[in-house]
């Protein structure tokens, strides 16, 4: 029987080798699902990890890849401040929604006016979206008490409700042809969120999504806030002793991972999505639940992370049409990358001891 | 690390042996070994002339071995007797559980209700629950790890006479303390380790208390020295404090009032969970009060935060090291920072600078002899008596002008907790106005110019420490056990 015994310090070594050992062990363990499913594995996993990056349209792909990263960096970057603190935000995809509607309520009010301050506001106005469905978790937690994992994950259904409604109702493109959607931001200059350099994929999301992580990494390592956020999930006792307060560090956090959450929805909205319809929320923030851990809560890890999910899903997409896989089989193997993930973590603080060995030892 | 290296030492049935030790001397990992709980690599060993290597616990208990922790493990919404029945194998029906447990304790004198509720049990309580737990084994091998830091002088007389009688009916006992008056008043043996290495073993009550401590320390030791400072003016007054606990199953301060002068070490003496962690909430910030409750240096702070606080020239030192004076897992650097950064100046717009805290965290780590590595490794890398010197000298470094302290030498060896004391006793000559709260009753008369007493969340006038008797300190302390069941009665 193996034994675990707690390490005296955490093993750097181990901190960064898990995410490596869980990407392996996925895809070992995929590999071995798609040979079930009939697919040959290597393939696959050529597939989903290689041609995007190297292979045929790669230039098509890389752009894609970058599209998709910049929302999850966002968005994992806020998270992974609250999931330092102790604080559970379990409904990024909920102020993700609100965000781009609130954001892009405020660039459609305003159509077809062209002004250069139009975009700005809209990222702020997407940023407050967030930022104001997060409070409503942060509120209720810090006024009531109640946990703010399920209050925020109820949230992101609401969010969607209101918006079927915005994309059918109050947002609707009046020149739609009764069409649900809003209007495209492609064909409104003002109000869209173009490639700062053509067809790479950099969309300001990605330069915000970057500027936020190296912002993020300083926060938590140099300054007092940082400081609270790690105290306070490490040691809550130890925090209160130093004079955190729990209210404060709750609203703190929630409302960062809102706003940011919030932000990457409008970039998304008035970007590559390209207008508010009823199945804009494509679970970026529920992925980036995944990016935070695999990025080990590090905003510097969230960036390399970001862009290994952005891979399994455009690797996976391409893996769908061109060999036939099931979508669901692209989500178990992102699920997969979480579970191995958490299950090998346990190596950064504990090692494996093989009890026999050491009576052996003894006797010698 | 290496925590024992050829340890020989034996123990007969009815002898009652001592084992001695500064901290991180492998006193812990020597009792571990023969619990079952850590493996040797090297040696072995001889339960009744059978080689005795357990596994885990379980077989030790199987065997005989029964082991009294330092801290204890009782769930407290349960029933006493419930909790004995969770640390079993096969327990009987509570019912004839509840009888045994009767018959055990009225047979070695401890008194137990097994049908009460263990949170509304004292630690001496407590206690004898877990040694009921243990004597329900039949062991022949009983360890008890410090048993009586949380007991009153007449607790620990009870204590002593059951295991006496235990003795007398063949029980061999392990009796690790380091309270040489008590090893000296009721051991027959003792050995004495030193670095994980034997390096002596003695007969208790043939040798002086001072001779037993050199041996531990491998150095003479010097009594503290005490220069009264002339008494200045009120640092801090505490007018009416009462407070809820925060703590489930604590206890709530109840009109707390006290000044404490510059110069002045007022002790605080009483039984553990009468108050004493509340208390130090409440002075730390980590519990609020109207703010006229509590002044420092006239000015009313009851409302201010930990931070607030110390800025204002208090600081505090919480008694648990682990997650609550110091966050384990982060470096020792980080764990400095938790409580100077204001008053050192270690913030600089909302930045830390992290070069001076390693100059401040090297600094304490040198004045006050800190065993690391360095200042980076993490707080739970450290033992505990090296931590608390740490966390000591952290508070104490700050030139803080009011410093309260629970239990400042708890765990602690003795070389090291002079060190702690003698430190103390300087920030009070310096002028700093110094609160202990201490269960370690030799430990207050020794520093404290003035002593009270906390029971049952009430503080008693402060006395002069000079002409008490220990008898009534004794009396002023168990009086919490007559209190406490008149409360209950009605």
């Not at chain 1, 950099?202 to 936020?212: C, D, E």
Request: with cysteine; glycine share 10%; proline share 6%.
């Amino acid at each position: 029987m193996l034994r675990l015994e707690k390490r005296p310090n955490p093993s750097v070594f181990w901190l960064w080798a898990t995410p490596v050992l869980a990407v392996a062990l996925t895809m070992v363990v995929g590999g071995l699902l798609f040979a079930a499913l009939g697919s040959n594995p290597v393939t696959v996993i050529r597939t989903i990890f290689w041609d995007p990056l190297f292979g045929a349209n790669a230039g098509y792909f890389r752009a894609q890849l970058l599209i998709k990263a910049a929302p999850l960096i966002l968005i994992a970057i806020g998270l992974a401040m609250g999931f330092r603190a102790g604080i559970w935000n379990i409904g990024a995809e909920g102020q993700y929604i609100i965000g781009a509607v609130v954001g892009a309520s405020v660039g459609l009010a305003v159509y077809p006016t062209e002004n250069r301050l139009i975009f700005p506001a809209m990222v702020l106005a997407g940023a407050f979206g967030g930022w104001a469905w997060a409070m409503i978790p942060a509120i209720l937690k810090t006024r009531f008490n109640t946990n703010e994992i399920l209050v925020s994950l109820m949230l992101v259904y609401v969010a969607e409700a209101i918006l079927a409604k915005a994309a059918l109702g109050f947002l609707r493109n009046p020149e739609g042809m009764g069409f649900p959607g809003s209007r495209n931001f492609s064909s409104y200059p003002a109000a869209r969120n173009f490639d700062l350099i053509e067809r790479t994929g950099l969309h300001w999301g990605g330069v915000t999504a970057l500027a936020v992580a190296v912002a993020a990494y300083v926060l938590l390592t140099r300054h007092g806030i940082g400081f609270q956020i790690r105290l306070a999930g490490q040691a809550p006792r130890a925090a209160r002793f130093h004079g955190v307060s729990p209210t404060r560090l709750v609203v703190f956090c929630l409302g960062l991972t809102g706003a940011l959450a919030g932000m990457a929805g409008l970039f998304e909205a008035t970007g590559p999505g390209g207008q508010i319809t009823e199945n804009f929320a494509s679970g970026y923030g529920f992925t980036a639940i995944i990016v935070a851990f695999l990025g080990r809560l590090n905003p510097l890890g969230i960036v390399l992370a970001g862009f290994m999910m952005a891979l399994t899903y455009v690797g996976g997409s391409l893996a769908e049409s061109t060999m036939n896989l099931p979508a669901a089989s692209i989500q178990v193997f992102q699920g997969m990358l979480l579970f191995f993930l958490l299950g090998v973590d346990v190596l950064t603080n504990y090692r494996v001891r093989r009890p026999s060995g050491a009576a052996k030892g003894a006797e010698a | 690390m290496i925590a024992n290296s050829d340890v020989s030492f034996t123990i007969a049935p009815g002898e009652i042996h001592a084992l001695l030790g500064e901290n991180g001397a492998g006193k812990s990992t020597l009792v571990k070994m023969i619990y079952g709980l850590v493996r040797p690599d090297q040696g072995r060993m001889f339960l009744h002339g059978e080689p005795y290597l357990p596994a885990k616990p379980a077989e030790a208990r199987r065997l005989g071995v029964a082991m009294v922790f330092q801290h204890f493990s009782l769930f407290e919404a349960l029933s006493v007797a419930e909790n004995v029945a969770l640390g079993m194998e096969n327990p009987p029906k509570l019912r004839d559980l509840a009888a045994r447990i009767r018959a055990v304790s009225a047979e070695y004198g401890l008194p137990l209700d097994p049908g009460r509720r263990v949170g509304d049990l004292s630690a001496g309580e407590r206690q004898r629950v877990e040694i009921v737990r243990c004597l329900l084994q039949d062991p022949n091998l009983l360890i008890m790890d410090e048993p009586t830091s949380v007991l009153t002088p007449q607790e620990v007389e009870i204590l002593f006479h059951t295991l006496r009688k235990l003795a007398q009916q063949g029980t061999a006992i392990l009796y690790i303390s380091h309270k040489l008056e008590e090893i000296r008043a009721l051991c027959d043996t003792a050995t004495i380790l030193r670095r994980g290495r034997v390096v002596a073993t003695c007969t208790p009550r043939e040798r002086s208390a001072r001779e037993m401590a050199e041996l531990m320390v491998g150095a003479s030791l010097s009594a503290p020295e005490r220069t009264s400072a002339p008494r200045g003016e009120v640092a801090l007054a505490v007018t009416d404090l009462s407070l809820a606990s925060p703590i489930p199953f604590g206890t709530p301060l109840r009109g707390v009032s006290f000044t404490l002068s510059e110069g002045e070490v007022l002790g605080v003496a009483g039984v553990a969970g009468n108050g004493q962690d509340e208390l130090l909430l409440a002075l730390s910030g980590e519990l609020r009060s109207p703010a006229g409750a509590i002044r420092l240096m006239g000015r009313p702070v009851g409302a201010l935060g930990p931070q607030a606080r110390r800025a204002a020239g208090l600081v505090a030192a919480p008694e648990d090291r682990y997650g609550h004076a110091a966050a384990p897992d982060m470096s020792l650097i980080e764990n400095a920072y938790l409580t100077a950064g204001v008053r050192m100046g270690l913030t600089r717009r909302g930045f830390i600078d992290w070069p001076k805290t390693r100059a401040f965290t090297e600094a304490v780590i040198r004045d006050y002899d800190v065993r690391t590595p360095g200042p980076d490794v993490a707080a739970r890398a450290l033992s505990g008596g090296n931590l608390q010197k740490f966390l000591m000298g952290r508070e104490l470094d700050q030139g803080a002008k009011v410093i309260v302290i629970n239990q400042p030498t708890w765990g602690v060896d003795a070389a090291a907790a002079g060190a702690i004391r003698q430190k103390i006793l300087d920030c009070a000559a310096r002028g700093a106005a110094v609160l202990v709260i201490s269960q370690d009753l030799d430990e207050l008369l020794e520093i404290a110019d003035s002593f009270t007493v906390l029971n049952e969340g009430r503080l008693s006038a402060p006395r002069p420490v000079r002409g008490l008797q220990r008898d009534e300190i004794g009396l002023m302390m168990g009086g919490a056990h007559g209190m406490e069941e008149a409360t209950i009665a009605t």
